[in-house]
């Protein structure tokens, strides 16, 4: 296992291929990002729970615990973004990654500039969020409290666990206060430059996620409001 010494929390790259383990390696280290690898999901989840990675880069098809597996064993107890980089490209397997907790998918082979944008897109907002915290941002819509700075969300006195992609979706409908947001407009607050073609559906599985989180339902929407040929915004309240 290779490891570069930062002074930052590494990004891990998961991968049981070594080509693809230094491919992208060398392309994230170009970028002042330290990297860490694991070659199975099993080494994988020590090294998330020993070094607290700031990114996991996720291939699915890995010896012993797969990366789905792996995937929803990490959501249970940690929120650390996860893009899913895998041969399993098609639609169906992009939406179900996202929908088991994934922020990004993006499908082997692929490009590494673009896996570097959608990487650093990804580090960018998450360190955002948490700058947040200097001037204590806090949204509220119904009984949903946002606390930006700490990336918490609670629905009455419950705490919701979102990803960071289902974080800054709710946030950037919330702070519209009302206003139709296009998917555009959502795949903007998600990635600040451009990423190549993006996955149609993205969006919207994220939204399906949310509301599945919040037990919203799209019928009589509380949170979030579905406008036809237009995208969503905050429900009224």
Do not use: C, N, W
């Not at 990635?191 to 939204?207: K, P």
């Not at 929407?221 to 009224?236: K, L, N, S």
């Amino acid at each position: 296992m290779a490891i570069e010494a930062k002074l930052e929390a590494p990004v891990l790259v998961v991968d049981d291929d070594p080509k693809i383990q230094t491919l992208v390696s060398t392309y994230l280290q170009r970028e002042g990002l330290g990297v860490i690898t694991a070659s199975d999901g099993a080494i994988a989840l020590e090294e998330i729970r020993r070094a607290r990675p700031r990114l996991v880069v996720l291939d699915l098809m890995l010896p012993g615990l797969d990366g789905m597996s792996l995937l929803r064993q990490l959501r249970q107890e940690s929120d650390v973004p996860v893009l899913i980089l895998s041969a399993r490209g098609s639609t169906p397997d992009r939406v179900y990654g996202i929908t088991e907790g994934a922020d990004d998918y993006l499908g082997k082979p692929f490009s590494p500039a673009e896996l570097v944008v959608r990487v650093k897109a990804i580090l960018r907002r998450s360190t955002s969020d948490a700058r947040a915290g200097v001037s204590d941002a806090i949204l509220h819509h119904g009984d949903l409290t946002i606390d930006l700075g700490r990336r918490r969300v609670r629905q009455g006195d419950s705490e919701v666990s979102l990803t960071a992609a289902e974080l800054r979706i709710l946030s950037a409908l919330i702070a519209a206060r009302g206003r139709v947001l296009s998917r555009q407009q959502l795949q903007d607050a998600l990635y600040e430059e451009a990423v190549g073609a993006a996955l149609d559906r993205t969006i919207d599985v994220h939204i399906g996620r949310l509301r599945a989180k919040l037990g919203d339902d799209p019928r009589r929407p509380r949170y979030v409001a579905t406008v036809r040929g237009g995208g969503y915004r905050a429900a009224e309240q």
